[in-house]
């Protein structure tokens, strides 16, 4: 695209923002689908994965605070403190940091959002347990 620098910022971070997040016809569809499936059964899962990972986060990091979703697949989550993504791999771990889905880029934030829906139990567990060791 041949525009000005700041038309050309704003392009740029419309695509970031659409590359990751999940646009609405998308959520939109998403829904339609579940709702002709096994709905149930997925919200079933998911609310189990989202109690799982809060009792988790409440035993293993209690200085962590959030609140609990009502729906939707992630958690929002603000740790003790920020971690490097040095200190993430080492633990073997990613979560992405809220400055990637805001405008405030490099705001030094300790939110993170946590992704339940595609994890198994045990690697929620397993997840939680790495990430404690960065806190003690």
Do not use: C
């Not at 971070?13 to 990751?20: F, G, H, S, V, Y």
């Not at 946590?114 to 045990?122: E, K, R, V």
């Amino acid at each position: 695209v041949i525009a000005n620098k700041k038309i050309s910022a704003a392009i740029n971070d419309l695509i970031e923002t659409n590359q990751l997040s999940t646009s609405l016809l998308s959520k939109y569809l998403f829904k339609i689908i579940l709702n002709k499936t096994q709905f149930s059964k997925r919200k079933s899962r998911y609310l189990t994965n989202l109690n799982t990972l809060v009792e988790e986060l409440t035993n293993h990091i209690p200085q962590a605070s959030f609140e609990k979703p009502r729906g939707g697949y992630f958690l929002w989550v603000k740790l003790p403190k920020k971690i490097s993504y040095k200190e993430m791999h080492r633990a073997k771990i990613i979560i992405p940091p809220e400055d990637i889905f805001t405008y405030k880029k490099g705001a030094g934030s300790s939110y993170y959002r946590f992704s339940f829906a595609q994890l198994s139990l045990d690697e929620i567990r397993e997840g939680v347990r790495r990430l404690a060791t960065l806190f003690n």
